[in-house]
């Protein structure tokens, strides 16, 4: 007879495998790079100023050193998100413009006309 295979939670509520959660490789590795650099990282930003600097270096290497160190020095630039406003009044559009608009909100959603 064929073994059935167990689906779903194999385990008896409450028990696991993993007792002690994630492993803490992450951690372990993070310790690693601070000892190599140092708490402040100087030993990459180093490195990093190196080859944004030099010339001989391919536009690539430059750029992607230049973003690294910006990014981490003066933070990512802000991504603003537009929305509609919290309140919108659509007393003030005619019918055939709230039509047209509905329309294109359809035709953008892939909708039929």
Not at 50 to 70: F, G, H, V
Not at 77 to 103: H, R, T
Request: hydrophobic residues 35%; positive net charge; aromatic residues 4%.
């Amino acid at each position: 007879m064929h073994e059935r295979k167990v689906r779903g939670r194999p385990f008896a509520k409450g028990t696991s495998r993993n007792p002690a959660g994630r492993p803490r490789d992450g951690e372990a590795l993070a310790e690693c790079i601070r000892a190599r650099s140092g708490p402040d990282g100087k030993t990459y930003i180093e490195v990093l100023h190196r080859i944004a600097t030099r010339p001989q270096e391919s536009a690539r290497n430059r750029i992607a050193a230049i973003t690294i160190l910006l990014d981490r020095g003066f933070g990512k630039a802000v991504q603003p998100v537009v929305g509609p406003p919290k309140e919108f009044d659509v007393s003030v559009f005619s019918d055939e413009e709230l039509e047209l608009a509905i329309a294109l909100a359809r035709k953008a959603a892939g909708e039929a006309p």
